[in-house]
């Protein structure tokens, strides 16, 4: 069996070009993405004195929709990974897959924070090991433990890559804060469009 690899270099090139090329559509996603993630809770805030049983209503409408379009992005950008043209309804294809999603969500950030207390270096490996598991979900429509299980499986004996590129799209995201955030505007989609490459290249 070859071993499993991937160019960083490759992933970010891809990620710097496809943005550029889909530029307007990918800003209006991740946009649309945010309104309709944090409207929903600005409404609770407003009404929860006089109507606290709407507020309340309001407010899980905005975490549902937080999860739904995180993952509705992730489906775009491999929309764009695999050569097909998304669309914004996309955002909003992945509601079935919410408990699951949730589920893996919780268990991954758990299993990660209980790693960083001892000695940081076991919650960063554990972090690596499952970090495809949302792809996972979104891709291959996993429950979340066997997404949890089959990222493991994907990310074997190339944790030092994706150790070295997230050091990569940190760096990359950290220099388009500096100019007032307003780099992050282009940096954002093309590491999202790098981490989606980076997991089509290991599920080949």
Do not use: H
């Not at 379009?69 to 309804?89: H, N, S, T």
């Not at 890559?161 to 799209?169: E, K, P």
């Not at 940096?187 to 981490?195: E, N, Q, R």
């Amino acid at each position: 069996m070859a071993k499993k690899t991937f160019s960083i270099s490759e992933a970010l090139n891809f990620g710097w070009k496809t943005a550029l090329k889909n530029y307007w559509f990918i800003l209006i996603s991740i946009l649309v993405a945010g309104v309709a993630a944090s409207v929903p809770g600005i409404i609770s805030e407003r009404i929860s004195e006089d109507l606290p049983i709407f507020g309340l209503v309001f407010s899980i409408a905005g975490v549902v929709l937080g999860v739904v379009v995180e993952m509705g992005l992730i489906a775009v950008m491999l929309k764009f990974v695999d050569g097909k043209k998304p669309r914004l309804a996309d955002l909003f294809s992945t509601l079935p897959l919410f408990f699951n999603y949730v589920f893996a969500s919780l268990l991954y950030g758990g299993v990660v924070v209980a790693g960083l207390i001892f000695f940081i270096v076991p919650g960063v490996v554990l972090a690596l090991m499952m970090w495809p598991f949302s792809y996972l979900i979104v891709d291959k429509k996993l429950g979340a433990l066997e997404a949890l299980q089959k990222s493991a499986d994907l990310t074997n004996g190339v944790r030092g890559q994706l150790f070295l590129f997230g050091l990569a799209v940190f760096g990359i995201n950290l220099l388009g804060a500096l100019p007032l955030l307003l780099g992050l505007l282009v940096t954002i989609p093309t590491t999202m469009l790098a981490s989606a490459w980076v997991y089509r290249q290991l599920t080949k």
